[in-house]
T-cell receptor, first 114, second 112 residues
Framework: AQSVAQPEDQVNVAEGNPLTVKCTYSVSGNPYLFWYVQYPNRGLQFLLKYITGDNLVKGSYGFEAEFNKSQTSFHLKKPSALVSDSALYFCAVRDKASYDKVIFGPGTSLSVIP | DAMVIQNPRYQVTQFGKPVTLSCSQTLNHNVMYWYQQKSSQAPKLLFHYYDKDFNNEADTPDNFQSRRPNTSFCFLDIRSPGLGDAAMYLC???????????FGPGTRLTVT
């Protein structure tokens, strides 16, 4: 079965330091991977996606993610965290075997400390 | 700006009293989704439309229904809300299944 794991419920990082939010996935075919961010009482916002091509994907607000097929991972990264990056982050994978529905990971709460 | 709009942003209903949540989009996307989200958990897909083709998730309660009268609008009807249906309801759209989803701001439903 297709699945997405985000092993950390909470990530704390100091402002200005690099941040990483981890995601691993399990799919039967080629993965289509996404990262979304959610601020309090708001809908999700798309950050970036991997469909095919370069393993390093650049997205909105200075975020990037690296697709690693051998480790089945798609970790979200940013070189220098901002306090305004504090939010809930969801990794997601498209399940082509199930009418292409999106499976979301459980979410990781990121706190950037001033 | 093209966007996904949800009305109302906050809805209070009584136990068992039918309620309708609405979603509209100006993106002209062919896929529309309804999600339920509780307490910062992952959004749970209730159903989606590909154009007029309706797809209900197997574990979506019969209490939840949906209508899509045209490309731009989609409605979520909860026929007899229970206390457990209190949640944030998110509408999203996408331009086909490989594309990213655009989410509305959500409707927070309270059941009293």
């Amino acid at each position: 079965a297709q699945s997405v794991a985000q092993p950390e419920d909470q990530v704390n990082v100091a402002e200005g330091n690099p941040l990483t939010v981890k995601c691993t996935y399990s799919v039967s075919g080629n993965p289509y991977l996404f990262w979304y961010v959610q601020y309090p009482n708001r809908g999700l916002q798309f950050l970036l996606k991997y469909i095919t091509g370069d393993n390093l994907v650049k997205g909105s607000y200075g975020f990037e993610a690296e697709f690693n097929k051998s480790q089945t991972s798609f970790h979200l990264k940013k070189p220098s965290a901002l306090v305004s990056d504090s939010a809930l982050y969801f990794c997601a994978v498209r399940d082509k075997a199930s009418y292409d529905k999106v499976i979301f990971g459980p979410g990781t709460s990121l706190s950037v400390i001033p | 700006d093209a966007m996904v709009i949800q009305n109302p942003r906050y809805q209070v209903t009584q136990f068992g009293k039918p309620v309708t949540l609405s979603c509209s989009q100006t993106l002209n996307h062919n896929v529309m989704y309804w999600y339920q989200q509780k307490s910062s958990q992952a959004p749970k897909l209730l159903f989606h439309y590909y154009d007029k083709d309706f797809n209900n998730e197997a574990d979506t309660p019969d209490n939840f229904q949906s209508r899509r009268p045209n490309t731009s609008f989609c409605f979520l009807d909860i026929r007899s809300p229970g206390l457990g249906d209190a949640a944030m309801y998110l509408c999203a759209t996408s331009d086909g299944f490989l594309a990213e989803q655009y989410f509305g701001p959500g409707t927070r439903l309270t059941v009293t």
